[in-house]
């Protein structure tokens, strides 16, 4: 009789915060950490938020060491459960998604409301330790590799960075029956040959080159699979198995050889989600609900064999695909494919994130798709022209008439004193130090600036990647030019 009362306490708060996890979505800006709101923040801003853990009565917050330029790696630890839980982020300094999402987290599991059986749940259950941005000094400058340029994340044998060794060292100590190794990948991945963006890609890593499966990453995948069974209602097709090849020097595939289910979240991309605030939500539904099953041990029953069905993680998208436009070279005419993609540029000076928008590919672009498509199956592809006249300097440069100028295929101007001019000038005329003898050429690896015309007029104008029909009025002022010098 006890044992059957024990039995059904155990089901009702199971299938309790079940039902729970689903009414996150609805919630989720109640947790919704606001002063973090864009993609790209530092250490500062973000010890500011986790400041107000220090002395809560949920948390304990650890020094748990220092980056190689003597930023403070902290961890917070969550509950007294025997399942252990280890969560980092962003050992790749500018993929700080699920950094924004711990941010969340951590605001939900000491909020008092209607969800207080299920953290109690949580923290009777397992113990789950959050490094929120191993890499500081990476974020600093939103690059991927440390201060001594080593990418962390192929560290993991050598060890010779000092974030490096505090995640070796934590994992010695704690030994945790899973792993969240969390990051950012392309926004042009897509979820099989589709057209879908990856929004999510999971990987439960390999720990040997043959890719076996045992109970460790057995676990994993069934864990995974319960994410992605959650997902699916939000995300329909926008789910991706990310590729399992061993990564010997890897943390990841490190961890899951050291006998920890490790689960690796790639935040892609999201239509219109430049910020990454919908994947952080997204971040946010999954660990919730992975650290849920995992408590609540379903996963030990799962059939982990859907892991395989969910489609793999491709790169098929560019940010702009140009189809079957008529160009000519050397006097031959033919028609191509033109792919351009934005690199994202930091600038330190201003905070921001600007945009370079480069020709990836040209030719049979066939097997492609496009964050947005053009095609130009009548359409012919020039070089941009320039203004006729030479401009003496910044205050006529950004006086220019541009509506008039990108109407006539002007996408260039010398300018005779280009100091004035800054890099980033938002400005959709390129601008070109005179006398450098620049010739503007549409070519794999250089910005793409140029024309598509029609029987002899501009009908849209590309430049530094961005598209625009002249003839509708104001441009998107958002794009920036690299001057040309
Ligand atoms: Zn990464």
């Not at 010890?47 to 009565?57: I, P």
């Not at 990987?203 to 990453?217: D, F, G, K, M």
Request: net charge negative.
């Amino acid at each position: 009789m006890k044992t059957l009362i024990i039995f059904f306490i155990t089901f009702s708060i199971t299938m309790a915060q079940t039902s729970e996890i689903s009414n996150l979505y609805e919630d989720y800006g109640n947790y919704y950490e606001k002063k973090i709101t864009k993609r790209w923040f530092n250490q500062h801003e973000l010890l500011y938020v986790l400041d107000a853990y220090n002395n809560s009565q949920f948390f304990r917050m650890e020094q748990i060491g220092k980056s190689f330029q003597g930023r403070e790696i902290r961890s917070y630890t969550y509950g007294n459960g025997p399942v252990k839980i280890l969560a980092w982020s962003q050992m790749h300094g500018d993929e700080p998604t699920a950094t924004m999402a711990i941010a969340d987290i951590m605001n939900f599991l000491v909020t008092n409301d209607k969800y207080n059986d299920f953290r109690r749940f949580l923290a009777e259950r397992s113990t789950i330790i959050f490094i929120p941005m191993l890499n500081p000094d990476g974020a600093r400058l939103f690059r991927r590799r440390n201060a001594q340029d080593i990418d962390i994340n192929r560290d993991a044998l050598r060890l010779q960075a000092p974030e490096s060794r505090i995640l070796k060292e934590i994992h010695r100590k704690i030994k945790p029956d899973f792993g969240f190794n969390l990051h950012d990948q392309s926004p042009n991945n897509t979820a099989g040959k589709t057209n879908r963006t990856t929004a999510l890609a999971f990987l439960a890593p390999a720990y040997n080159s043959e890719r076996q499966i045992n109970t460790v990453r057995g676990n994993a995948m069934a864990v995974i699979c319960s994410i992605n069974e959650e997902l699916q209602k939000y995300i329909p097709g926008h789910v991706a198995r990310y590729d399992d090849e061993f990564e010997e020097r890897a943390f990841g595939d490190n961890f899951s050889k050291w006998g920890t289910s490790t689960i690796l979240i790639e935040s892609g991309g999201w239509t219109g989600d430049e910020d990454k605030q919908y994947l952080r939500k997204l971040n946010f539904i999954s660990l919730l609900k992975a650290f849920g099953v995992i408590a609540e041990g379903t996963f030990h029953n799962k059939d982990y064999q859907p892991y395989d069905e969910i489609p793999e993680n491709k790169r098929l998208l560019f940010d702009l695909l140009l189809t079957k436009i008529n160009t000519k070279f050397e006097k031959e005419n033919y028609k191509i494919d033109i792919g351009i993609n934005f690199e994202r540029v930091p600038d330190t000076a201003s905070g921001r994130i600007f945009f370079k928008g480069i020709i990836e590919d040209i030719g049979d672009l066939g097997k492609y798709y496009g964050h947005q498509e053009l095609s130009c199956e009548n359409c012919y592809l020039e070089p941009g022209r320039f203004l006729p006249e030479e401009i003496a300097g910044a205050d006529e440069y950004f006086r220019l008439n541009y509506s008039e100028a990108l109407q006539n295929g002007i996408l260039f101007a010398n300018v005779l004193d280009i100091s004035g001019i800054p890099d980033y000038p938002e400005f959709p005329i390129v601008p070109v130090a005179s006398g450098i003898g620049f010739i503007p050429e549409i070519r794999t690896g250089l910005p793409a600036n140029f024309i598509i015309t029609s029987n002899g007029k501009t009908r849209f104008v590309v430049i530094n990647g961005f598209l625009f029909n002249p003839l509708m009025g104001d441009v998107n002022l958002k794009n920036n030019i690299f001057v040309t010098k």
